[in-house]
């Protein structure tokens, strides 16, 4: 990626996360509980067997009671660990509180003792960000973690991002190796980019 680009890519970014720090929390609380159940309502998260989540950091999409609600559905729950070297390692946990340890940059995240999954066997991806447009770019946070992984997925597994609708620009600048999302949550609605 050119420096250009990373430094733009940088700048957006910049603009997407103090629209979401604006929020507020209770605002982000509020609409946390609309974009969790815009998600347990779709087909995709109903069928999954193996659901990979992310828990919440900064002022992300709250993502706990999704987490906890994947297990109550008896779904395989699948939490990222970073790795060197820009690895997200998938590894599936069974409780929320036994199984968590504060990670890299304070993410909460699954003990390296717990099995890490075959990332084939990976149903759904929930993916964090922060920003998206309406064509199913998305911007993370400039560590390349999700793109590098979305490559190991099964080409067919559904990608949904989740985010505030503030967090929505006309266009994400996009590189050589950002994947598209299949779809987009926020509390406005469900964007489906599949078509
Ligand atoms: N909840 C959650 N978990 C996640 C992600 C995420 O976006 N959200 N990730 C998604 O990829 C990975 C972690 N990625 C991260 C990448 C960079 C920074 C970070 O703090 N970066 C510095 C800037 C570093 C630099 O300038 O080089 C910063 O923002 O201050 C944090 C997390 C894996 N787990
Ligand atoms: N699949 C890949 N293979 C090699 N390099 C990659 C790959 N994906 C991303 N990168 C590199 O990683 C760096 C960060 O990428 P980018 O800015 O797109 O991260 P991001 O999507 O914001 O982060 P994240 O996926 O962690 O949320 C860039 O230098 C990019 O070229």
Same mark, same amino acid.
């Given at each position: 990626m050119s420096e250009d680009q990373q430094s733009l890519k940088a700048e957006v970014r910049q603009a997407c996360l103090c629209q979401r720090t604006s929020l507020g929390e209770k605002e982000r609380k509020r609409k946390s509980g609309i974009i969790q159940q815009k998600l347990m309502d779709l087909q995709e998260f109903k069928l999954a067997q193996t659901v990979m989540l992310f828990l919440n950091f900064r002022e992300e999409v709250e993502t706990t009671a999704m987490? =906890?609600?994947t297990?109550?559905?008896k779904k395989k729950l699948v939490l990222p660990r970073c790795a060197p070297?820009?690895?997200?390692?998938? /590894? =599936?946990?069974?409780?929320?509180i036994q199984d968590i340890e504060p990670g890299t940059y304070g %993410?909460? =995240?699954p003990k390296l003792t717990l099995?890490?999954? #075959?990332?084939? =066997? /990976?149903?759904? /991806? %929930?993916v964090p960000g922060s920003g998206f447009d309406l064509q199913g770019n998305r911007l993370g946070y400039g560590g390349g973690y999700y793109d590098r992984f979305f490559m190991l997925l099964n080409p067919l597994t559904p990608r949904i991002a989740l985010g505030f609708e503030c967090q929505v620009i006309p266009?994400?600048?996009v590189g050589k190796h950002d994947a598209l999302m299949t779809m987009l949550i926020? #509390?406005?609605?469900?964007?489906?980019f599949n078509s």
């Amino acid at each position: 990626m050119s420096e250009d680009q990373q430094s733009l890519k940088a700048e957006v970014r910049q603009a997407c996360l103090c629209q979401r720090t604006s929020l507020g929390e209770k605002e982000r609380k509020r609409k946390s509980g609309i974009i969790q159940q815009k998600l347990m309502d779709l087909q995709e998260f109903k069928l999954a067997q193996t659901v990979m989540l992310f828990l919440n950091f900064r002022e992300e999409v709250e993502t706990t009671a999704m987490a =906890e609600a994947t297990l109550a559905c008896k779904k395989k729950l699948v939490l990222p660990r970073c790795a060197p070297n820009s690895i997200l390692l998938p /590894i =599936e946990v069974h409780d929320l509180i036994q199984d968590i340890e504060p990670g890299t940059y304070g %993410i909460r =995240e699954p003990k390296l003792t717990l099995g890490v999954v #075959e990332p084939s =066997e /990976i149903d759904l /991806i %929930i993916v964090p960000g922060s920003g998206f447009d309406l064509q199913g770019n998305r911007l993370g946070y400039g560590g390349g973690y999700y793109d590098r992984f979305f490559m190991l997925l099964n080409p067919l597994t559904p990608r949904i991002a989740l985010g505030f609708e503030c967090q929505v620009i006309p266009q994400v600048p996009v590189g050589k190796h950002d994947a598209l999302m299949t779809m987009l949550i926020t #509390e406005n609605g469900v964007y489906n980019f599949n078509s």
